[in-house]
Structure formats: structure tokens, C-alpha cells
């Protein structure tokens, strides 16, 4: 079957690259949420604590569960909240809080501007008094950069919304949290000495989607994406590939499938223009769903080794091209 590989020292230079902008490990959370961006939960999780990393974000429960060995803290963005002495649950709304079960550690999400979850920053004492009327501790308070990643200046507009935030929940007597908005394109963009907590996801794995005008720590690429060979064959000139035949071949050429499709969440792509592969060959035909063609006898291709240069030319972004890899694929870490 289709593997990928995890290349161990690129990671850790990746997260070296944003301990040295924060100064300290400590202050690091790693995104490990969906998979941890397609590249494994528990193989990521393991590497993450090898580095001395001791927090963590996922999005449910049951993947805080699963890498509950290897962190001191964990923050869980989309569940239900309940007690649990290392879990951290995010709030995004009044109604989570009236659903959290009691004693349960919380995090209040407040809209700062990106308009998709978190209280209303009008409705902020409101969640307050709910938090402490439930008997929830609060231990942080969050938000979300919506525009970090792009040529704009709203990343000081959604800053700004967020000290003001920051002095309403001091004000209002809560002293011992954790204050936090930082995404990789924050902690590229701005310094990161003062923050309590960064949250650290695609430029763990490798990846800056911002303008070329903003200088990007230097970062590798951690996953690979491999296929295997199935079968080969000779084809002569004029003879046709796969559905619809929509590749015809412009002379004779040994061609070969490998079991790779979009049933382990490759994309098929409506592009006219055919995926070119990390070892310069174009998928000969449509994907199917289970296997692509390519021109080649061996045994092992590579198909991307940069997830970035594989999305634009599919027309998406690095992070589809990675999280909707199947997560049976097995992870080699290397």
C-alpha cells in the first residue's frame, strides 16, 4: 500500500526554527488536531515530546485521550467539555458553557474579528459570570487570527481587540490565565517572547503561506507521500489508459499503476493539466480510486515530497493536500 514518511530531523528543525523565536520550549503548543495535519497522530505526538515539547491542541476528546502519555497539557478545540486534570476545553459559545460539566478547565474563545467561533466580545462578561455561576475553570482565554497569513494589516486590528479583551478579563478579577492568539503566521509575522502560548501547526510541518514581502524562518517540508507498484504493461501507440481513456499514448511506453486514488484521499482533480510527481513523471489518465499510472518500472515513487508546490498546481492549499490523506496510510518516521 501507499506509505508516507516522516522525516524526524526536519521536524525538529522546524521546531527549532520557533523555540528560538519564543525563547523557550515551554511556551510552544503543538497542533496535532486532524490527524496532526495528515501526518499521524501518534507518530507526531511521540516527536513532539521526544523535541521537549509538554503542550498540545487537538479537536476532540478522544485524540487528547489517545496522546494523553506524552503532554502535560492539552487544549481541545471542538468537544464537549469535562473534568479532566491535563484536558483544556475551548468554549465558542454561551451554550458551551451551559453544557460543560462542572469543575471542567475551559478556555473562552472570543470573537476578535474572524466571525466563525467564540463569544461576542459584547457577550464577554456574560460568559464570565456563566464560567464561575458553573463552577468552571478558567484557565485561558483565546482567539483567532483571521488574516495572519496575508498581505494586510488586520493582524494589528484583531491584536488590538484582544488587549482590550485581556483587560475586561483581568479587570474582572480573573488573574491566573493564559492569554493566546498566536497561529504559525503570527509567530512568523511578530514577536513572540511575551506570549503565554503559541499555537504551533503549519510551520511544524514544514510550511509558510505568507507574501514573499515577510521573511519566513527557514522551514523543510516533513512528509512525503509515496506509492507502490501494482502492475506494468506494454502499451503501443494509440492504445488508451484508465476511464474514459483519457490518456492516449503518443508512442509505444512501458507504463505502470501504483495503489495510490482518491480513495486514500488523493485529489482526482478537474485540472486539464496532469499532477506531475516529485520524480518529474505526469499521472498518465484520470485518477482512479484506487490506483494512478505513471510511465515507470519502479518499484517505490515518490509523489510529493512538498505538499505546498503539490497544492498549487492542484489549485488548493498545502493543508487539504495533507489532512485528507487516509489515515490507515501507514506513517514510516525516518
Given at each position: 500500500m501507499a506509505f508516507i514518511q516522516i522525516n524526524k530531523d526536519n521536524f525538529f528543525h522546524n521546531l527549532n526554527q520557533f523555540s528560538l523565536k519564543t525563547g523557550t520550549k515551554?511556551?510552544?503548543?503543538?497542533?496535532?488536531?486532524?490527524?496532526?495535519?495528515?501526518?499521524?497522530?501518534?507518530?507526531?505526538?511521540?516527536?513532539?515530546?521526544?523535541?521537549?515539547?509538554?503542550?498540545?491542541?487537538?479537536?476532540?476528546?478522544?485524540?487528547?485521550?489517545?496522546?494523553?502519555?506524552?503532554?502535560?497539557?492539552?487544549?481541545?478545540?471542538?468537544?464537549?467539555?469535562?473534568?479532566?486534570?491535563?484536558?483544556?476545553?475551548?468554549?465558542?459559545?454561551?451554550?458551551?458553557?451551559?453544557?460543560?460539566?462542572?469543575?471542567?478547565?475551559?478556555?473562552l474563545k472570543v470573537d476578535t474579528g474572524m466571525h466563525r467561533n467564540g463569544v461576542a466580545m459584547e457577550e464577554l462578561e456574560e460568559a464570565l459570570l456563566r464560567i464561575g455561576k458553573k463552577n468552571l475553570s478558567l484557565v485561558?482565554?483565546?482567539?483567532?487570527?483571521?488574516?495572519?497569513?496575508?498581505?494586510?494589516?488586520?493582524?494589528?486590528?484583531?491584536?488590538?481587540?484582544?488587549?482590550?479583551?485581556?483587560?475586561?478579563?483581568?479587570?474582572?478579577?480573573?488573574?491566573?490565565?493564559?492569554?493566546?492568539?498566536f497561529n504559525s503566521a503570527s509567530a512568523m509575522r511578530l514577536a513572540c517572547e511575551e506570549e503565554d502560548t503559541i499555537r504551533l501547526g503549519i510551520g511544524a510541518y514544514g510550511y509558510s503561506e505568507l507574501p514573499s514581502l515577510y521573511t519566513s524562518p527557514p522551514l523543510k517540508p516533513v512528509m512525503s507521500l509515496w506509492a507502490k507498484r501494482v502492475s506494468t504493461r506494454h502499451l503501443k501507440k494509440g492504445e488508451r489508459i484508465g476511464y474514459g481513456g483519457a490518456f492516449e499514448a503518443p508512442r509505444d511506453m512501458v507504463v505502470s499503476s501504483y495503489d495510490l486514488g482518491?480513495?486514500?484521499?488523493?485529489?482526482?482533480?478537474?485540472?486539464?493539466?496532469?499532477?506531475?510527481?516529485?520524480?518529474?513523471?505526469?499521472?498518465l489518465g484520470r485518477v482512479s480510486m484506487d490506483y494512478i499510472v505513471l510511465e515507470s518500472q519502479k518499484e517505490e515513487i515518490c509523489i510529493f515530497e512538498d505538499a505546498l508546490k503539490a497544492a498549487r498546481s492542484l489549485g488548493t492549499i498545502s493543508y487539504e493536500i495533507m489532512t485528507q490523506l487516509d489515515a490507515d496510510i501507514e506513517r514510516i518516521v525516518v
Open positions: 515551554s511556551s510552544i503548543a503543538i497542533v496535532l488536531k486532524d490527524n496532526a495535519y495528515g501526518h499521524g497522530l501518534l507518530p507526531m505526538a511521540k516527536l513532539s515530546s521526544l523535541f521537549g515539547l509538554t503542550q498540545a491542541v487537538v479537536r476532540s476528546y478522544d485524540e487528547a485521550l489517545q496522546i494523553k502519555p506524552y503532554f502535560q497539557k492539552i487544549l481541545v478545540l471542538g468537544d464537549r467539555a469535562v473534568a479532566d486534570e491535563r484536558c483544556s476545553f475551548a468554549i465558542n459559545s454561551l451554550e458551551d458553557i451551559d453544557h460543560a460539566q462542572r469543575d471542567a478547565q475551559v478556555e485561558g482565554v483565546m482567539s483567532h487570527n483571521r488574516s495572519a497569513d496575508e498581505l494586510s494589516s488586520e493582524l494589528f486590528w484583531q491584536q488590538k481587540n484582544f488587549e482590550s479583551v485581556k483587560e475586561r478579563v483581568i479587570a474582572f478579577g480573573f488573574q491566573s490565565v493564559r492569554f493566546h492568539t482518491y480513495g486514500d484521499g488523493w485529489m482526482r482533480s478537474n485540472n486539464l493539466k496532469p499532477f506531475i510527481t516529485a520524480e518529474g513523471l505526469p499521472i
